[in-house]
């Protein structure tokens, strides 16, 4: 009976202690998935030439006009946890002006990988 009440008392903190530890592996979990299909998609822009990606300047790049098709652009879709995720990818002019140098940049909800692209 002593020994009922202790683990019952017992039990609530021990729930507690192990409720963060899951949360965390589930965010962790979130944070690589996304980081790795961004990576994905970063590479797979990087794979164009550099008129194609100056072509497509701008905030949100429609992804069928940047990868040439809409079955193209479905490729970068993906569904993590129930939900449909879409990259969203981002081209601007990164040389003040002169030309010759891109920043790519690719969000996924909190996470955004950037980089840059040279004409040469």
């Not at 965010?27 to 980081?35: A, H, I, P, Q, S």
Request: charged fraction near 20%; hydrophobic fraction near 40%; proline fraction near 2%.
């Amino acid at each position: 009976m002593i020994a009922t009440i202790i683990l019952a008392v017992a039990i609530v903190p021990m729930v507690n202690a192990f409720r963060s530890a899951t949360t965390s592996t589930g965010v962790g979990e979130r944070l690589v998935v996304f980081t790795t299909q961004a990576g994905s998609t970063l590479n797979r822009t990087l794979a164009l030439d550099y008129d194609t990606l100056k072509n497509n300047l701008g905030d949100h790049v429609n992804l069928a006009d940047l990868f040439g098709s809409a079955s193209e652009a479905d490729r970068e879709k993906f569904t993590f946890g129930g939900s449909d995720y879409i990259p969203a990818i981002s081209i601007a002019d990164a040389s003040s002006g002169t030309g010759g140098l891109l920043e790519i940049k690719v969000t996924i909800e909190e996470i955004t990988l950037k980089t840059l692209k040279s004409s040469y």
